[in-house]
């Protein structure tokens, strides 16, 4: 009986943590509804576990077990296919008792449609650990920008698509704005950052993709639609 007070205690607090977080998905979805609502786009709720396989080549829906999409936005943003989302994985660890535990991670999301074929292309915020591989020669590109360079790791299969999409006007758009990571695949661009946005962060992301897309250049957009 002396661990009851134990127990119930830990009783009480899984249920306020429960209350409160209840609480604040519904708030979200209420946010988001009302900003698809304001954009013309459609919201839904439901779980989604198959968007790993529809975008195979969105690497960052492959993380983890127990993966699947949430909170879902759908429509037109300025002539592109928009479908915006939150994403759940589970990853696990064992602690300095032997114990396995769970971790939960969230995210948000946008796979925004392209009228023009891309290619492969990731941008992303440079990391810690990218100084030390570009010390080793790795393959991150670098560009006339040492600004940009520096805040910035780029990867493409295709080096010279690379400086074709990010020209100076292009790294002048970005390093006006915030960091998120960016990969062109055939015919969508995909963009998230390690949590969930806010509503007004969906707008930010997409118009980043969508001042990406908007300034290529003319020979770029003939050479692909060939």
């Given at each position: 009986?002396?661990?009851?007070?134990?127990?119930?205690?830990?009783?009480?607090f899984?249920?306020?943590?429960?209350?409160?977080?209840?609480?604040?998905?519904?708030?979200?979805?209420?946010?988001?509804?009302?900003?698809?609502?304001?954009h013309?786009m459609?919201?839904?709720?439901?779980?989604?576990?198959?968007?790993?396989?529809?975008?195979?080549?969105?690497?960052?829906?492959?993380?983890?077990?127990?993966?699947?999409?949430?909170?879902?936005?759908?429509g037109?943003?300025?002539?592109?296919?928009?479908?915006?989302?939150?994403?759940?994985?589970?990853t696990?660890?064992?602690?300095?008792?032997?114990?396995?535990?769970?971790?939960?991670?969230?995210?948000?999301?946008?796979?925004f449609?392209?009228?023009?074929?891309?290619?492969?292309l990731?941008?992303?915020?440079?990391?810690?650990?990218?100084?030390?591989?570009?010390?080793?020669?790795y393959?991150?590109i670098?560009?006339e920008s040492?600004?940009?360079s520096?805040?910035?790791?780029?990867?493409?299969?295709?080096?010279?698509?690379?400086?074709?999409?990010?020209?100076a006007?292009?790294?002048?758009?970005?390093?006006?704005?915030?960091?998120?990571t960016?990969?062109?695949?055939?015919?969508?661009?995909?963009?998230?950052?390690?949590?969930?946005?806010?509503?007004?962060?969906?707008?930010?992301?997409?118009?980043?993709?969508?001042?990406?897309?908007?300034?290529?250049?003319?020979?770029?957009?003939?050479?692909?639609?060939?």
């Amino acid at each position: 009986m002396e661990f009851l007070p134990f127990i119930l205690f830990f009783l009480v607090f899984a249920g306020v943590a429960m209350y409160f977080g209840a609480r604040a998905a519904k708030k979200r979805r209420e946010a988001l509804t009302a900003w698809a609502n304001s954009h013309g786009m459609t919201f839904t709720q439901g779980r989604d576990g198959s968007l790993d396989e529809r975008f195979p080549n969105f690497k960052r829906l492959q993380s983890g077990s127990n993966r699947y999409g949430y909170n879902f936005t759908e429509g037109d943003w300025q002539g592109h296919p928009f479908f915006g989302f939150d994403y759940h994985y589970e990853t696990h660890s064992t602690d300095s008792k032997g114990r396995r535990q769970t971790h939960h991670h969230h995210f948000s999301a946008i796979i925004f449609g392209s009228k023009v074929p891309l290619k492969h292309l990731v941008i992303r915020p440079e990391g810690m650990f990218d100084k030390v591989k570009d010390f080793f020669g790795y393959d991150d590109i670098n560009f006339e920008s040492a600004e940009f360079s520096k805040k910035f790791h780029v990867s493409a299969e295709d080096k010279k698509w690379a400086y074709d999409v990010l020209h100076a006007r292009a790294i002048e758009f970005l390093l006006d704005k915030t960091r998120y990571t960016i990969q062109f695949d055939r015919n969508e661009v995909y963009i998230f950052r390690g949590g969930t946005f806010k509503p007004e962060q969906f707008d930010e992301a997409a118009n980043i993709v969508h001042g990406l897309l908007s300034q290529l250049p003319d020979y770029v957009i003939q050479q692909q639609q060939r």
